[in-house]
């Protein structure tokens, strides 16, 4: 048993032979400002840290809701133990804790292609997806609504005020399949983003925030990766603005996918009832819904009865099944056509 600033000094010192590419700036930001005890999950042996990631609590919209879900972060073995299912092992035992705290469902972005196939194993799925667009001044029109707005440089203290914050987390809220920043986490992201060259402007009408916008120069090309709005209007008009302000060509922008997008994120099911559930608030007509596939959670697999917001297991074995999925399919059949987005995530 090891104390907890022993703990986290080794995960630290892990994390920076294993991702040694980050900057000393942005681990020492990592561990200040995201790393806790509570949230860590990690495997010792003789007294050392082998592997560890953690379970950052992210709120998703969903089905008109918002529910507790976990993205799995700093995912990394000690190169002497990989090949041994180590960290196969943690993330089925953090997924066991994901369920004991209520969370229904796990995500991640893996860190290149080849790690996708890996995560499948454990019962992720592609999930989450993003378009990119590609905008210059020719594709925007400029009217005398911009007259009446003001532009705003702000710092983190600025954004996390009660009127910008409250104006983007409701922006957030909007979209039908996000995950949600919450104020502690966007301390975080904001130091992350400052600290990597890039900037946050704001758009007030008087003293309202109307728009809001986080952009990094790359020399013609400006890289848009938000922009909450509160009308098209107002988003036309940041945009035209930030390409004047930057004076780049082009304006490159991250949008929720329309369904043909670049796969981003994967998702793992953690508890099959109670997303079932919300699903069918959506969708009211009665199914019989076969689960199969979880080897780490045995109650996930069975029979399920929805119908207008419930779902209920069937304790007989039923012959009139309508849908069978595996674990992994679940995730497209839950939130199919509500383009699920994730995005910020200091990856």
């Known amino acids: 048993?090891?104390?907890?600033?022993?703990?986290?000094?080794?995960?630290?010192?892990?994390?920076r032979l294993c991702f040694s590419a980050d900057s000393e700036e942005f681990v020492d930001l990592y561990f200040r400002m995201r790393y806790t005890e509570q949230i860590n999950s990690a495997v010792v042996e003789d007294g050392k840290v082998i592997a560890a990631?953690?379970?950052?609590?992210?709120?998703?919209t969903f089905a008109g809701d918002v529910v507790p879900t976990a993205y799995i972060s700093g995912a990394c073995t000690h190169p002497d133990f990989r090949g041994?299912?180590?960290?196969?092992?943690?993330?089925?035992?953090?997924?066991?804790?994901?369920?004991?705290?209520?969370?229904?469902?796990?995500?991640?972005?893996?860190?290149?292609?080849?790690l996708r196939l890996y995560y499948d194993r454990s019962g992720y799925a592609l999930c989450f997806q993003q378009d990119e667009k590609l905008l210059t001044g020719k594709c925007l029109f400029v009217d005398k609504y911009s007259s009446f707005l003001r532009f705003s440089e702000i710092d983190s203290d600025k954004f996390l005020?009660?009127?910008?914050?409250?104006?983007?987390?409701e922006q957030q809220r909007k979209r039908p399949c996000a995950l949600l920043h919450t104020r502690e986490d966007m301390q975080a992201v904001?130091?992350?983003?400052?600290?990597?060259?890039?900037?946050?402007?704001?758009?007030?009408?008087?003293?309202?925030?109307?728009g809001v916008a986080f952009c990094l120069g790359t020399g013609e090309d400006l890289q848009v990766r938000e922009l909450l709005a509160s009308d098209p209007q107002t988003e036309n008009q940041l945009e035209v603005f930030l390409l004047r302000?930057?004076?780049?060509?082009?304006?490159?922008?991250?949008?929720?996918?329309?369904?043909?997008?670049?796969?981003?994120?994967?998702?793992?099911?953690?508890?099959?009832?109670?997303?079932?559930?919300?699903?069918?608030?959506?969708?009211?007509?009665p199914?019989?819904?076969?689960?199969?596939?979880?080897?780490?959670?045995?109650?996930?697999?069975?029979?399920?009865?929805?119908?207008?917001?419930?779902?209920?297991?069937?304790?007989?074995?039923?012959?009139?099944?309508?849908?069978?999925?595996?674990?992994?399919?679940?995730?497209?059949?839950?939130?199919?056509?509500?383009?699920p987005f994730m995005n910020l995530m200091m990856d």
């Not at 986290?8 to 010192?13: M, S």
């Not at 990631?53 to 998703?60: A, D, E, F, H, K």
């Not at 005020?161 to 987390?169: A, C, Q, R, T």
């Not at 849908?323 to 679940?330: A, E, G, P, S």
Request: hydrophobic share 40%; glycine share 8%.
């Open 1 to 15: 048993m090891i104390g907890q600033e022993e703990m986290k000094a080794q995960v630290r010192d892990l994390w």
């Open 53 to 60: 990631l953690q379970r950052i609590p992210y709120p998703m």
């Open 84 to 114: 041994k299912g180590v960290m196969r092992s943690l993330l089925a035992e953090a997924h066991r804790q994901m369920y004991r705290e209520g969370v229904v469902l796990s995500t991640l972005i893996p860190a290149e292609e080849s």
């Open 161 to 169: 005020s009660d009127e910008v914050w409250n104006f983007f987390y």
């Open 190 to 210: 904001l130091a992350d983003w400052i600290m990597s060259g890039g900037q946050v402007w704001a758009a007030f009408s008087v003293e309202t925030p109307v």
């Open 245 to 285: 302000h930057y004076g780049a060509d082009r304006l490159l922008r991250r949008f929720p996918s329309g369904g043909n997008g670049e796969f981003r994120g994967m998702a793992r099911v953690i508890h099959v009832q109670s997303l079932l559930a919300l699903w069918s608030r959506l969708h009211p007509q």
């Open 287 to 339: 199914l019989n819904i076969r689960v199969t596939g979880d080897d780490t959670f045995p109650e996930n697999n069975g029979d399920f009865r929805v119908e207008e917001g419930s779902c209920c297991r069937i304790q007989a074995v039923t012959p009139n099944v309508d849908r069978v999925y595996d674990i992994r399919q679940l995730p497209a059949f839950l939130f199919a056509g509500l383009h």
